[in-house]
């Protein structure tokens, strides 16, 4: 029996709270531990003003380009049991709130896929800086199912308000 192939996927990592740029290289290191997986890429992290009605701390955010043999569902799992080591409680959180960590999966290779829990691409790519930016430092060339070539995205993205720190 043959492994499974190796999958690229990217996943869009953010915080605005208990040292955003601590959280952000400890995701990344977990990240890199994860089984069957490769932490292959990893952009620079772009401070921005926090997407949505309520009013929070600036986050950060970057993009981590991942080889992985798991499959979609457990890789999506495997990022919320991070995100609950790293102290997030998604109960508490309302709807684009503060966060200790979020991690989204964002692309899985060319799959399309409509779950409840689990939608591919993650939706909103095209319109969110914070994603389009980071995700082209690392992946310009990338085509995202049913959306393009992320250089493309990126370059109609607006970058007012994003400031990349490292």
């Known amino acids: 029996m043959t492994a499974p192939a190796w999958i690229p996927a990217y996943v869009g990592m953010g915080s605005n709270l208990q040292d955003p740029p601590r959280q952000l290289d400890r995701a990344a290191a977990a990240l890199g ?4 997986t490769r932490l292959v890429a990893l952009s620079g992290q772009y401070l921005n003003p926090p997407f949505g009605p309520v009013a929070q701390p600036d986050f950060l955010n970057a993009v981590a380009g991942l080889l992985t043999r798991l499959p979609p569902g457990e890789l999506l799992a495997a990022l919320k049991d991070i995100e609950r080591v790293h102290g997030r409680e998604p109960s508490c959180v309302p709807r684009w709130g503060p966060r200790v960590l979020d991690l989204d999966l964002l692309v899985y290779g060319g799959l399309r896929l409509a779950q409840p829990d689990l939608v591919l691409p993650h939706p909103g790519i095209g319109e969110r800086n914070f994603v389009l930016l980071p995700l082209a430092e690392i992946a310009p060339g990338l085509i995202v ?5 992320v250089s493309t ?3 109609c993205a607006d970058g007012t308000g994003m400031q990349r720190l490292a």
């Open 145 to 149: 199912p049913g959306l393009g070539q």
């Open 153 to 155: 995205l990126a370059a």
């Open 33 to 36: 531990r994860l089984p069957a």
